[in-house]
C-alpha cells in the first residue's frame, strides 16, 4: 500500500463528464489499495473568468480579496469530484485549503509553510479520498490566500511532501515530458525518465508541464513526481532525483529554449579591474537578473566590449539604470537587441562528460549558427543566438544527440 | 450613528455594473456617518447553476459537498463588492461564512447558532464596512455550511441581531411590500408600514418578498427591517413590531392568497367523541400539518362528513395514511380536490373589530363565491374555495376594504 497524491489540472476537470473519467481513475488507484488525495484545479477558463470579474470590478484589486474570488474555483470542482467519487461508491470528501494549507507571503502569491495533517491522516486511515482544492491557502490571520497562477501543482507537492506521501502524480493534457517542443520538432521523443534538475531547466520548452516552483519543492523534498495523460493510458514521465542504472542513457536529455532574454552591449569599456562590478552591480541591485555574460577584446587591446542578456521584460528598467550610471562605468555606446534566443542542451553529467559539448558545437557550426554567447552549468551547455536561428539550431541538435523518434515509435507508444 | 445592515439579492449583484450600483448605495449609508454591514446574495443563476452540476455529478448528492459548491457563489460576489468599494474609496473587506457564522442542523439547511462578532467590532469600530456571504455558515465540526435557499434573508437578520445591529434593510428587485400580489390585482398598493405577524402572512403572496423564516428571527429579535428596491430611490416598506400613532390605518393590510392547499372529505363518519382525532392523530404523526377543517352534519343526522386541508405536497401521501386507518376511523368514501385556494384578509386587530370579517363575507357572498371552509385567527380571516374563484375574491375584497390605489397614486410615489 502506498500513499498517493493524484493531481488534476483545468482541463481534465471542465464539465461532469471529465470528472467523471478523473474518479475513475482515482478509482482505480484507491482499488489497487491505495491511500489516495486528489488535488483539483478550476475548470478550464473558471480562473481566467473570476480574474476578468477583479479587474472589471476595480482597476487596482485588492489582493486579499482578488483571492477569496478567485479561489472559489477550485471549491467547486473539489465538492464536485467528492460527490462524484461517493455516486462511484467510494467514501471522500472534500476539504478546503482554510481547513489544511497554512501559506506565508503576499496574497496572490504564496508559498506554503505547513499542512494541518491530522484531519488527512483521519480521513486516509478510515479508507476515506481526501479530495483538495489546488492553489490556495489560509493567512496567519485567517484569510485565504493564493499561491499564484499554476499554484495547484505546487499544491500537490506541498501536501504530498505534509502527508509523507510516496509519490505525486500529476495528470494533465500531454502525456508526459518530451525532448523538445513538440512544435518545433515534431519528432520530439518523450522521456521515460528525468531528474529534477533537468526537469527545472526543460521547463521552459513548448507547453509548462509542470510549474516550476512545484519541481523546485519536490527536488527538496526528495519527492517522486510523476506526469501523466489524464485522459489516455500511458506510462507518462517519471522524474526522480538520480537516474537509477536502469535509466541510463547516452545522450542528453532534452534541449530547451528561451526567446524571453534581451542582449545588451556597452562598448569600449575601459579594461580595468571592477569595470564588470560597476555595470552588474547596479543592475542586482535594482533586482535584475543577468544570465550571460561575454566580456571581448576591442581592437585597440586596452578597451573591451561587455555583452550580457537580462529578462526581456527587464530590458528598458536595465538600460535606464546603466544610463544613470554612464560617468562611473565609462563606456561608450550602449546596444541592445532583443531578438534574440537561447538555445540549450540538458542533462546530467553534461559538465564530466566534454564530447556533448564538442557534439553541439560542431552541429551548429555546420548549420552556420553564429553563436553570440556561451555558458555552461553542471547540467546544461547555452548558446546565444539570434533568434531566426533557434528553431534550425534545436533541429539540428535534435538529430544530431540522436534524439529524433522512429516514424514507428509515438503510434507505438499510444497502443502500450 | 447608526449599526444597519443592508441585503442585496442576487439580481441587485448580478454583474459588475449592478455591483457598483450597491457600492454606491453602500457608500451613501457610510457617508450618512452610518457603521456598515453588507451581507449578499449569489449573482441571479449562479446558485442554480451550481446546483445544477451538483445534480449532474451525482444523483444523491452528499449535503456536505453540496454546500461546499453551492456556497462559493455569494463568496464570490462578497470578494467582488468590497474591491469595487475599495476602488470608490471606502475601507471595505469581506469575511467568509466560515469566518463569523456558527450554524446548527441539517446541511443544506442549517440555522444560524452564533456570530462571531469579535471580527466584525473590529472592522466598525475603525471605519471598515464588512462585507459577508449571505446563505451559509460553518458547521461545529469545521465544515462549509447552507442555510437553504433564500437564506441570504436569514443571513442578514441573524447577523443584525448577532452584532446589535439597529436596522436592517433589505434590497430587492420590488419595492416593498404590497397589499395583495400586483398580478392579480394591478391597483395593489405598497404598503409603508406593515407589523411582522402581517408579514409572515402576507408572504405568500405574490413574489416572495422576504424570507419567511428571517421575518420570524427579526420578530423574535425585534430588529426593524425595511424592504426598498435596490434599484428605485423609494421609501419602502417598515417591518415593526407594532403600528406607531403615525402608522395607524382604518382598515386590513392585504389580502393574501394560497393555492398549494388540497382538500380531502371524509363522508358518513360515525358522530361519536374522537372521531376528529381518529382521523387527524395518524396524520400529525406522519408529519403532515393540517390547516383549515370543518365538520358538517349529514342529512342522516348520526353522522357527519369532514373536510381539511393538507398541504398539496403532501395529499397522497396524507391519502395514503387514512386509506390504512379506514376500518379504525370509520368512514365511508374518501373524496379529495387539489383545486382549491385559500384567501385570507390579514390585519393586527381583525379579531377585535368583527366588522371587518362581516366586510369580508358581505363582498365575497355578493360576488357568488361559494365558501368550503373558514378559519380565523388574531389577524387573519380565510375562506376556502375552488381554485378558479380565487381572482375574482381578492379583487371583491380589495375594493371592499378600500385598498385599491388611486390611478396617480404609483405615479406620485415613483416621484418621491
Redo the contacts between chains.
Sequence with gaps: MARIVMKFGGTSMAG?ER?RNVASRVKREREAGNEVLVVVSAMAGETDR?VQ??R???????P??????V???E??T???????L??MGLKA??F?G??LVRSVGAHGNSRIEAIERELLDEALHGGTVAVIPGFQGVSED?R?TTLGRGGSDTSAVGIAAGVGADRCDIYTDVDGVYTTDPRIVPRARKLDFITFEEMLELAGVGAKVLQTRSVGLAMRENLPLRVLSAFEDLPGTEVVAELGADMERNTIAGIATDRNEAKITLTRLADRAGVVGAVLGPLAEAGIAIDMIVQAASREGAESDITFTVPTASLHQAMAVIETRKADIGYDEMLFDPNVAKVSIVGVGIRSNPALAATMFKALAEARINLIAVSASEIKVSALMTEDQMETAVRVLHTAFGLDSRPDEKAAGAAA
Tied chains: 1, 2.
Design positions: 461532469i470528472i473570476l470579474l477583479c472589471e470590478a476595480s482597476a487596482l484589486s485588492d486579499k480579496e482578488y483571492d477569496v474570488v479561489a472559489s474555483g471549491q467547486v473539489a465538492g464536485l469530484l467528492a460527490m462524484t461517493q455516486g470528501r472534500s478546503m482554510w481547513q485567517g485565504v
